[in-house]
């Protein structure tokens, strides 16, 4: 049965009250099942957390990565008119048809680890309005947005990513981190230089967040509320579709700081909402790192990557398989018949 998307904003906080819990008994089972293998204890690091955690959203003591989806959302932004970025806007055209013919890296990424790729491009033609002197979208384009993202995720998945592309979204969810986290040390702390920007490039994304986030003062309390103003459409969809993973039990590999973002409107409408959720890796975005720290996460990898479209999660996804290809097929002490088990 396929669960419909909220149709209204009070639907969606609503969902926030009733999601559900981590299956304990699946990650006990996982954990004795693990005490047994041919190694010592804890010997796999991170890898033993990994499983740990697919079993606890799977339900099984054996989790598995065989349905794994990637889905690269696009949308265009009205900010970025003021130069926030160092590609103009009709990039974000562009490499929804690379995406199409599979000439980006998140195709070849998801090619090595076995990951259907899908692409929701979102309104292209209509950038969303510019968030310096009012809000990004209506409620109307925001319910869409999300519904966007809702409809991306399939039930019974193993494993879900969600992936951006869209000129100035790193500005968007500077000013989106700096509403739902906080602006200490001032709103150019959230700012980086995203794909590539100069000083002055800097300096005009830095004077945008700060102009929005005066702008929107006083109605930025209510995160979805947040979303609306300084998000964009792209970006909205990313957080329905993190939202309906949670809904559905599908574990979550967060990508870089636009898919933190994202996720952070879920996680200050309700602590522990990402708790289907590991973060792949840290990105060269400077406050990517804040981010994380902020939604209490620890990134898998730390590569430097700068690129977006959820190839930090693509990458991911090869510790991921290594996690439950260790976890499933290691002999026992006792079918091995090596002592210390």
């Known amino acids: 049965m396929t669960l419909a998307a909220p149709a209204s904003l009070a639907g969606y906080k609503a969902l926030m009250s009733v999601l559900p819990a981590p299956d304990d008994g699946a990650t006990a089972a996982a954990c004795a099942r693990d005490a ?8 796999l ?3 033993e957390e990994v499983v740990r955690w697919l079993a606890a959203w799977q339900g099984r003591a054996v989790p598995v990565a065989e349905r794994l989806k990637i889905v690269v959302f696009a949308g265009n932004h009205g900010v970025a008119a003021r130069g926030v970025s160092a590609f103009p806007a009709e990039v974000t055209v562009q490499m929804v048809e690379n995406f199409r013919r599979g000439g980006a890296a ?7 680890f076995g990951a259907d790729l899908g692409v929701v491009s979102l309104q292209l033609d209509r950038p969303t309005a510019d968030f310096c002197t009012g809000p990004a979208m209506s409620e109307e384009e925001l319910l869409a947005a999300l519904a966007a993202g809702w409809e991306a995720v399939t039930p019974g998945l193993d ?19 700096a509403a739902l986290f906080g602006a200490q040390g001032g709103s150019a702390g959230w700012c980086g230089r995203g ?8 300096a005009r ?5 700060a102009l929005a986030l005066h702008c929107h003062d006083g109605h930025l309390a209510d995160p979805f509320e947040a979303l609306r103003r300084l998000g964009g459409r792209e970006v909205a969809a990313m957080t329905g579709a993190i939202l309906r993973a949670r809904i559905e039990r599908v574990p979550v590999l967060l990508d870089g700081f636009i898919a933190c973002a994202a996720a952070g409107v879920l996680e200050r409408a309700r602590p522990g909402a990402l708790d289907h959720c590991m973060a792949a890796h840290l990105s060269a975005e400077g406050a990517h790192g804040r981010l994380l720290a902020a939604l ?3 990134p898998l990898l730390s590569l430097n990557l700068r690129l977006g479209e959820g190839s930090g999660a693509g990458v991911a996804l090869g510790l991921i398989r290594a996690a ?8 026992t002490f006792a079918e091995a018949g090596v002592s210390g088990g």
């Open 36 to 43: 047994v293998l041919t190694k010592p204890p804890g010997a």
């Open 45 to 47: 690091g991170r890898l």
């Open 106 to 112: 998140i195709n070849q990424l998801a090619q090595c």
């Open 159 to 177: 494993l879900f990513v969600a992936g951006e592309m869209g000129i100035a979204n790193t500005t968007s969810a500077a000013a989106l981190a």
């Open 195 to 202: 794909t590539g920007l100069d000083d002055a490039g800097l």
């Open 205 to 209: 994304k830095e004077a945008a967040v």
């Open 296 to 298: 209490n996460k620890e």
């Open 324 to 331: 439950v290809a260790c976890h499933a097929g290691m002999a």
